[in-house]
């Protein structure tokens, strides 16, 4: 297939590689602007879950519906996040 796209480009060496160059660029404006946005809803990239295995803790029905992950923490106010949001360092810990 290569082979044929590039016998049929015209205008000697030079044109074959604008000829390519331009062909190359326009694939990839066509799946980077019409392919992959169509393509985005039916791939599960957003389908994502943290935490324990819901087997281990009695499976989503027995859970409480209006426990806030995190509340555990009586040191915590309600405005307050359990780490830094201005690093990736933790905060070292008082046995080092």
């Avoid at 015209?10 to 992959?36: D, E, H, N, Q, R």
């Avoid at 209006?66 to 040191?75: C, K, L, S, W, Y």
């Amino acid at each position: 297939m290569y082979a044929f796209i590039w016998r049929k480009l015209p205008f000697g060496i030079w044109g074959k590689l604008t000829g390519s160059l331009v062909m190359v660029t326009a694939i990839g404006v066509l799946l980077w602007y019409v392919v992959f946005p169509l393509a985005t809803p039916l791939l599960p990239f957003d389908d994502v879950q943290v935490g324990t295995n819901s087997s281990e803790q009695g499976g989503p029905a027995e859970q409480d519906p209006n426990v806030v992950p995190g509340d555990d923490d009586p040191a915590l106010g309600p405005d307050e996040i359990p780490y830094s949001t201005h690093s990736n360092e933790p905060e070292p810990s008082p046995s080092r």
